[in-house]
């Protein structure tokens, strides 16, 4: 039975406008992701804007190399456990692999992670013209999108492994072209993954729906990070972009709040953590 966490602050709750007047202040966004109702709460406790239930997923809980296993009844279960122990940060969850294959599917599983499974927002990654249709219809819906561009790790074949995106002139002005027509379909937020810092800059001026990065740079108007790997430990080598913040801390609790004190203060990410 859920029991309300009663070591949350008392905080008015995160919304979609919200998070547009965030990036209007000048506030940044911690987005953090998580999987069950324990980490949900200590996302709550620590304050943390956003909970993203990743389908990244498949490779920290599940035991996968990508995240392309993930079902949409993965997703609805985890999201619904992480519901439970969240009361003001908004929830997002990610479509799965191919969830995207055509609008009608793309609206039954916008359904089912935000009426059965307890979301405020959906995001699904690309911006291929059915994408941009897709989130148009979900939009009209009244469900709202988040946006994932750069690197998106569904596309990890297409893209020769987990690659940064963005390095040459004209792919940079490619994934500028897509942040932009996202926005226009109606996303309202955008996660930029795994792009130079220059691009990370450059997306986040020219948008005026917030832009979360994941190695995407410091100007971003938020981070998000793999709440595994900002604990280190996820098996194997960490990414470049994320940073062990339970090193030299005594709980999940202090880590977890020394993350969203870097972020909010600018410190995270610093140039060791970013690509050029």
């Known amino acids: 039975m859920y029991v ?8 008015k709750p995160v919304t979609v406008p919200g998070l547009l007047a965030m990036k209007t202040q000048g506030q940044r966004i911690v987005m953090l992701t998580a ?6 709460w200590q996302l709550e406790t620590a304050g943390i804007d956003i ?22 009844d993965h997703m609805v279960y985890h999201t ?32 089912r992670l935000v009426g059965e499974a307890g979301a405020a927002m959906v995001k699904i990654e690309g911006a291929a013209p059915h994408i941009l249709e897709a989130i148009a219809a979900l939009t009209v819906r009244a469900i709202p999108v988040c946006a994932h561009l750069g690197l998106t790790p569904q596309s990890v074949h297409k893209f020769g ?26 996303a309202d937020l955008l996660v930029l993954e795994g792009v130079p810092v220059e691009l990370g800059r450059r997306v986040t001026a020219a948008l005026t729906i917030p832009v979360i990065g994941i190695g995407a740079g410091p100007h971003c108007d938020g981070q998000v990070l793999v709440i595994h790997d900002m604990l280190g430990i996820t098996p194997g080598k960490r990414p470049k972009f994320s940073k062990d913040f339970l090193a030299g801390r005594d709980s999940v609790a202090a880590a977890i709040a020394a993350y969203a004190a870097d972020v909010r203060s600018g410190a ?6 970013c690509f050029n």
């Open 35 to 40: 999987y069950d109702a324990s980490f949900a």
């Open 268 to 273: 995270f990410p610093a140039p060791e953590h």
């Open 161 to 186: 492994g987990f690659r940064i995106q963005g390095r040459e002139q004209a792919a940079a002005d490619r994934v500028l072209a897509e942040a932009l027509a996202v926005q226009a379909a109606g």
């Open 80 to 111: 619904a456990a992480v519901a439970r122990g969240l009361s003001a940060t908004l929830l997002v969850a990610d479509l799965p692999f191919m969830a995207d294959r055509d609008v009608a599917h793309v609206l039954e599983a916008g359904a």
């Open 51 to 72: 909970a993203l239930v990743g389908d990244s997923l498949g490779m920290v809980v599940q035991g996968h190399r990508s995240t392309l296993p993930v079902t949409l």
């Open 4 to 11: 309300q966490n009663a070591n949350a602050p008392e905080r």
